[in-house]
């Protein structure tokens, strides 16, 4: 069973950075790919980012070339580099497992908060 705690949110003045750390301690059986997405108030949760086993990254247009995802060599740790930030990063940043057919395979957890606000 995968088991993931998120950390590294706060609030930060816009232009600022965070970075974001995903640790997984459970599972690692059928994990093709780990992601974080976020949910902001009264929005959908989406995708943010994804990197894959292999090594290869998806980023959503509205945060490319702001924020940078990257694992650790054990795979089990996941980061998000967030730079540059928005009011509109504003939101809760939840990490996950992914199978190879992007369904999501851990039960999403609190999250962390980001909050984008001078």
């Known amino acids: 069973q995968v088991q993931l705690m998120e950390s590294g949110g706060g609030l930060v003045q816009p232009g600022g950075s965070l970075k974001l750390s995903c640790v997984n301690s459970?599972?690692?059986?059928?994990?093709?790919?780990m992601a974080w997405y976020r949910q902001a108030p009264g929005k959908e949760r989406e995708l943010v980012a994804r990197?894959?086993?292999?090594?290869?990254?998806y980023v959503v247009g509205s945060v490319k070339g702001r924020f940078t995802i990257s694992k650790d060599n054990t795979g089990l740790t996941v980061f998000l580099q967030m730079d540059y930030l928005k009011p509109e990063d504003t939101a809760v940043y939840y990490c996950?497992?992914?199978?190879?057919?992007?369904?999501?395979?851990?039960?999403w957890g609190q999250g962390t908060q980001v909050t984008v606000s001078s």
């Open positions: 996950n497992a992914e199978r190879v057919n992007g369904s999501v395979i851990g039960v």
């Open positions: 459970g599972s690692t059986f059928e994990i093709y790919a």
């Open positions: 990197i894959s086993k292999y090594g290869n990254v």
